[in-house]
């Protein structure tokens, strides 16, 4: 029995688990057909040299001469960024039905908030470049201090599975100082002392030194379906095992061959937070093809024309001479020449040059130029989409076509990532809006003038009958008191609607919202009928041609305006929000900012 306890907690260390994993990672490769192998680890090693500019083979050759490096992947990388961008104002919720319009729109501004609070413009950024160089990125959504926070995890910190993303457990290996070991107050703070007294220096997962700082400890985090004998420090033998959702902080050191184990945290937790997204994902490998990926051989080529024609123009610089005169043999003439020597040589064996000075530069340049125009070929990014003049006596519809017929792929690519945020709105931010309900604060809205007459047109119909109502019952109580005040006047909807707007309208793009005008109800409550798995998540593709928008638009409401006023109007709102430069808002009547006296609207919560 002791025998099988100790065998037991072997097979259930959760260190050994992710060193076997670390070393399969390293050294494995991935068979995927009979003519493909493919090494994981290799290909972001090379993606990581070539954004740097930097050989895998060496910066010099077998002669110690300096090899160029004439970097293309920067530029397709750069593209495919740029052409699948997607920005925080391009996602909303929408409603799926009549009756959830209002509280969806709620939602939707919950959201916004949200996304500004955690800067999520800026995650949408850096995932984005991370995608269009390696084909696929990892998120990772954690809860700190009452946030939900996203980040795009690097690559070189994982340690995944080549094949499957959700194959074993989620792997990141990272380095903390010691001051930010201690200011982790969930970890183990006797492990940590442990872990300080043996601080060691960065190193890459391949076990080189990062750099010559010695005051770092070594960091995995795991997190991933476990047998819940991974929480335990003596496992017993279990013969149907219950799986369950944990995270392990663990560290380990090596001792002339033998491990020594920390572990740091673990327990249990809520959900997996790392996603792997994809912009085109690929069948039996966790990373996709990214942009850099693909001009691997146009590259290498290209590096290999650049470095023939700089030793090719390099041997047509120098002056070479022969001779059959034995004297002169190793001499380098020209270095050693002063004004007035004389040279003897014997007869008939004259020094004459060598023919060095016509190479096939014309040659070499053309091969460069096919793997140039192969790599754009490969990356669907010519010269319309890099933003470069097309040749003397393009057409420009011929360009724009190529453009257009290029950028569909980006369509795609985009639609892929659309997906994604949904995914991850679903599965990490929704639960954590919904978790942050249960009070009464008032949500500041920023609004376009399309929403703001959305949720003015439902709010100000029964806010004017409610302050009517208000009044007249103001007014009757100082008639009782007062027989000669005058007597409230008829209910007029249109001119009570009226006030209100003028008093809306002072509060310019901003409309404040509660969950009930006497604060009786938490957002909690209000959302309680709320179906959000059936809200709709909308993102929108912000890559458009909008000099052919603005083109359009400006012609439809020259032809609208002496016909239809009230449709060019929304026209030119239109217009003025597609350039960004004002906002309808200014242009219309009492749009400067609200004063301190203006009451607040308030959101009911039964519309």
């Known amino acids: 029995m002791a025998g099988q306890r100790r065998w037991s907690a072997i097979m259930y260390n959760i260190q050994q688990l992710v060193r076997d994993a670390e070393t399969n990672y390293l050294n494995g490769t991935t068979k ?159 492990v940590v002392e442990q872990l300080i007294e043996s601080q060691t220096t960065r190193k890459t997962l391949d076990g080189v030194d990062k750099d010559n700082q010695s005051n770092f400890i070594e960091i995995y985090e795991v997190h991933g379906e476990l047998d819940s004998r991974y929480l335990q420090d003596d496992p017993d033998w279990q013969d149907s095992p219950e799986y369950t959702q944990q995270m392990h902080v663990i560290s380990y050191i090596n001792e002339g061959g033998k491990h020594k184990d920390f572990t ?62 034995m004297s002169f043999a190793g001499r380098n003439i020209l270095s050693s020449i002063e004004t007035g020597d004389i040279f003897y040589h014997q007869p008939n064996s004259p020094l004459t040059r060598l023919a060095n000075d016509k190479p096939d530069i014309t040659a070499l340049q053309n091969f460069q130029t096919q793997w140039m125009n192969l790599s754009q070929d490969v990356t669907s990014t010519p010269e319309a989409m890099r933003g470069q003049t097309m040749p003397s006596g393009t057409p420009y519809s011929l360009g724009a076509y190529l453009g257009e017929q290029a950028g569909s792929l980006f369509e795609v690519m985009t639609e892929n990532k659309g997906l994604a945020i949904e995914e991850m709105l679903r599965r990490y931010v929704i639960p954590h809006i919904k978790k942050k309900l249960n009070n009464k604060d008032e949500v500041v809205a920023v609004l376009e003038a399309d929403k703001i007459k959305e949720i003015d047109t439902a709010y100000v119909p029964k806010e004017a009958v409610k302050r009517y109502n208000k009044r007249v019952a103001e007014q009757a109580l100082k008639a009782v008191e007062n027989p000669n005040e005058p007597l409230p006047e008829q209910f007029d909807s249109a001119q009570e609607e009226q006030r209100l707007i003028e008093s809306l309208r002072q509060l310019g ?23 959000w798995d059936n809200v709709k998540v909308e993102v929108t593709n912000e890559n458009t041609d909008k000099q052919a928008v603005l083109q359009t638009l400006a012609s439809l409401y020259t032809t609208t305006a002496k016909t239809d006023p009230v449709k060019a109007n929304a026209i030119l709102a239109r217009i003025m929000t597609e350039t960004g430069v004002f906002s309808p808002i200014e242009f219309t009547e009492g749009g400067q900012k609200s004063p301190a006296s203006v009451q607040q609207p308030q959101l009911q919560a039964n519309q």
Request: aromatic share 12%.
């Open 32 to 190: 995927i057909s009979d003519y493909v192998t493919w090494d994981m680890h290799d290909t972001l090693e090379t993606i990581e040299a070539y954004l740097n500019s930097t050989h895998i083979s060496g910066d010099t050759d077998s002669l110690g001469r300096e090899k160029p490096f004439f970097n293309i992947v920067t530029a397709a990388s750069n593209v495919w960024y740029r052409a699948t961008d997607i920005d925080r104002k391009n996602i909303r919720f929408v409603p799926d039905k009549k009756s959830s319009h209002t509280l969806a729109y709620v939602a939707d501004v919950m959201l916004q908030n949200w996304m500004n609070k955690n800067r999520f413009g800026q995650f949408l950024n850096d995932w984005g470049r991370t995608l269009a160089r390696y084909g696929s990125a990892v998120v990772k959504f954690v809860e700190q201090n009452g946030g939900l926070v996203p980040s795009v995890i690097p690559w070189n910190r994982l340690i995944p599975d080549p094949v499957q993303f959700d194959a074993i457990p989620r792997i990141e290996k990272f380095y903390l100082t010691p001051a930010q070991l201690r200011k982790r107050k969930a970890y183990d703070q006797d």
């Open 264 to 325: 740091l945290y673990r327990g249990k937790e809520a959900k997996d937070p790392y996603m792997i997204t994809h912009l085109i994902e690929e069948e039996g490998r966790t990373l996709a093809q990214g942009a850099v990926e693909l001009l691997f051989d146009s590259q290498w080529m290209v590096n290999h024309a650049q470095k023939n024609t700089k030793d090719t123009l390099d041997i047509a610089s120098k002056l070479i001479l022969q001779t059959s005169d």
């Open 509 to 531: 793009n901003k409309r404040y919202l509660k969950p009930d005008e006497m604060d009786k109800k938490t957002w909690k409550e209000v959302f309680s009928d709320f179906q």
